[in-house]
Every structure is written in C-alpha cells, then in structure tokens.
C-alpha cells in the first residue's frame, strides 16, 4: 500500500512540475507578445484595422440583403481586403491601383475570350477557353520580369488568377459576362473598404516612416563613431578577449555599433518605403504634391557610404595587431576632437531633416576640416614614431622639467615594454609575442623580429587616423545631399550656424 501511495505522490508531483513548466512558457511567450507590440505600436494597429476591415466585408454575407444581389461572388471583398490590406497608406494605393487595374484588364479579356468561344460550337468551345488561359498565362508571366514592369508585378499576377477563374467559373455556369460583372463588383467593394479603413483609421503612413528611419540612421552612425574612437583611445587593451574567441560582430558592449551596422542594411527598407511614399497623398508635415521621396534614398545612400568608414574604423579597433596604448595616448587629443566635430555635424544634419529646416552648414563644416588638418599635421610631424627605425622613448622618460640632451633609452627598454604591455597582441601570423623567445635560438634575431613587429603595429595607428580623415572627407558629399534634400522638399530657411 505504501509503494502505491509513494508512487502516486511521485506521479501528482511530475504532473504539477510539468504544469508549472507550461505555465512559465505560457508567460515568457505572453511577455515576448507584449514587448513586441510595445517596440512599435504601429503593429497592434494595423492588427486591429485589418480585422475591421474584414469584419465591414464579412458584414455583406451575413447580412441577407446584400448577399441576396451579390451571391456567393461577394467572397471576393473578403479575398480583395485581406490581399491588397498592407502596412502603410502608401502601399495599399499600391496593391489596390494594381488589383483594380489588374482585375478589369482580366475582366475584359476575359469576357472577349467567352463572347469568342460562343461563337463557336461546343466541340471548339473548350479548346478556344485552353488556349486563351496558356496564351494569358505565358504573357503576364514574361511581362512581370521585365525590368520596368517589375513595380507592377503584382498586377500580372492579379490579371492571370482573375482571368482564370471567371473565364472558367463562367463556362461552367453558362454566363461568363454576368459572372464578371459580379465579381468586379465584389473586388472594387473589398478594395474600397480596404482603402477606406486604412487611410481614415489611424493611418500609418510610409512617408513619415522613411522620414523618422533615415533621421534614426544619422544619430546611430554618430553614435558609432563617436563610441569607437572612445574605446580606441581609451583603452589599453590588457584586459581584452582573444580575437579568436570573439564572434565577429557579436560585442555586446557596443549598442551603438549594432544600430550603425542596422543603418548599413538599411537599402531596401528605404528603397521600399519611398515607393510606397509615391503614392500617398499630402498629408502632415508633407503638404505638397510631388514630394521628393526618391531624394530620401540618395541621401540614405551617402550616408551608408559614410557609415562604411565607420565599419572599418571598428574594423581597426577590434583587429588583432593594434598600436601600443602610450602611442596612441600621443595622438589622443587630436583623435578626439575631430570625431567631436564629425559627429557633431552628422548629428546637426539629422536634426535638420527631422525638424525640416534648412541651414547653412559652412561654418560647421570648416570647423571639421580644421581640426581634421591638425589631426593630419600631429601625424605628420610625429611620423618618425610610426617607423621601426627610431626608438620610441618612454612616458616615463618624458618630464616637465626633462632637458636632458640624451631623451631617448637603450632600444633594448623599450623592446622589453613592449613585450610586456602587449601580452593580448597577437602577431602576423597568429602567435603570441613570447613565442618568439621561445622559438629563437639565437638572441640576435630577437630584436629585428620585435622591430617589425612593433613596426606593424604602430601602422595600424596610421590606419585608424586615415580612415577617421577620410570619413570626415565623405561629410562634404553628405551636406551637399542633404542641402538638395532640403532645396528641393522647400524647408524652412533658418540662421547659418
């Protein structure tokens, strides 16, 4: 009796645990629902619209009235609502310029076709329908794949479904025109519904959200930039993983770096919006007809072209040869004080087209190229530093009070600091400094291998600078970019800066 009791114990206690199990993953998926639709309200609104707007149609069949003059043909405004139904305004006018196109154009053909088909006899009758079906069907299809036809593929697909169906339907039923009538009836009251709710409630609109998505794009590539060049100057590496433990890509303490990364895949989110921008009509701060939306996606594209320089500034940072952090500290100044003033104007350029005004920009951007230049003339005059063939001199030979005529240590100290504040760098190919200790049996190739070492990695501070320098070079195509922008979306004219 015992061992019974003992084992139903054990069994109620597996079926609470599993109970509790389900009800721990019930809430982390209820959660996960609840912080996807908090990241964009727009979704739970679109949710909602759709559902209206099936429900307005669904209305027509449960009703008796309306069903009783439409037929069963009234399914279509069912099937035309949850088709042409998409995100934003603009690409419902879209979808429903080519459904409404697309159905009349199969309308028509398809009641040419039947009127032929009567005309013959019942035997030819079938095969006239056949061959008007593979003749449609070969035709739409190769149309959509042509270069300039590929806006409207949609409408091909529309026009070969539609065709296909009335024209058969019809034959069956014995009166295609009628059949046709009917069902263009039912399409252009599912697209006018569809339409309807989705510009009168809550409208999400494709223009304002290709306006905020490229606003967002300046602030992460400042961003990015501006955290890349702290980590680079400000850190001394010691404390570093091994590149080769590292996933690329993955550095979790970097947000910014992700969201520079998100602007870099941005071309078809943009390309996309500013299609179905085309579409819309004025509406908010976008009131006049003709809307540059095509000059978004130039400006998007410049600015992708400046983010690519910060990619491979993080490129440098994240590299497995890196420049010795008292080198570094040499240029530290000059580094910081051009990413201050580039991020700066990017950041005042994004500010511009989210508040829609128009600056002039020049003395922003002269401050850039100033300090640029001084950055240029610091490496310029310290190259020398950048060469195995001088011995660098260290921080701690370097006084206030040092006039000593003499500044420089034996090369065999600094060689020796190297080696030890660089334990995390690796060397070209992948072994760690020390091994060459150990892999060289005479001590005299010690030093020249340590000198290109040392050598190597000091370029790669020449390397981080210059692709800073070129960045700031890109700005200049990215003001003007965005100065046609402004010029020709008319925003308000404000002071120079």
Known sequence: MSGKKGSCNNKVEAEGSSNGGLLLSCKAWAMSVWEFGRDEPNRVIFSLKVG??????????????????????????????????????????????????????????????????????????????????????????????????????????????????????????????????????????????????????????????????????????????????????????????????????EFPDEPAYRRCRTTLNSSAKLDSLAQSAKWEPPHGRFKHFFYPWSEYVKVGAVLRYCAYEVMALHGVLHSEIQAPYNLRVMFRAEIEEATGQAAELVRRLGKDIGDMNRTLKASLLKRVHASTERLQVAIDMHSFLLTSSYDRPTSAAKTDGDTDANPSPPSETYHEMMRKTSKRLYSWPSREVDAYEEEAAVGNLLVPRMRALESTAALSLATFTSLLIEFVARLGHLVDAVEELSSMAKFKSEVEL
């Open 52 to 249: 209206l707007a099936v429900l307005l149609v669904s209305l027509l069949i449960l009703i008796r009235a309306p069903y009783e003059t439409f037929g069963t043909n009234i399914i279509w405004s069912i099937l035309t609502v949850a088709i042409m139904f998409e995100y934003t305004v603009g690409s419902t006018f879209n979808k429903g310029f080519n459904r409404a196109l697309g159905s009349l154009l199969a309308g028509v053909l398809a009641i040419v076709a039947a009127q032929l088909a009567l005309c013959a006899d019942r035997v030819l009758e079938p095969i006239i329908i056949g061959i008007s079906i593979f003749i449609v069907g070969t035709v739409t299809s190769f149309m959509k794949l042509w270069p300039s036809l590929v806006p409207y593929e949609y409408g091909f697909r529309v026009i070969l479904f539609t065709y296909c169906l009335i024209i058969v339907s019809g034959y069956r039923m014995g009166n295609p025109i009628r059949t046709a009538m009917d069902r263009l009836y039912s399409i252009a009251i599912g697209g006018l519904v569809a339409v309807l709710v989705n510009v009168m409630v809550c409208p999400i609109w494709a223009g304002e959200l290709l306006h905020r998505e490229l606003v967002k794009g300046f602030d992460s590539v400042a961003d990015s930039l501006e955290e890349c060049v702290k980590k680079y100057v400000e850190d001394d590496g010691l404390d570093h993983p091994e590149f080769s433990k590292t996933v690329m890509d």
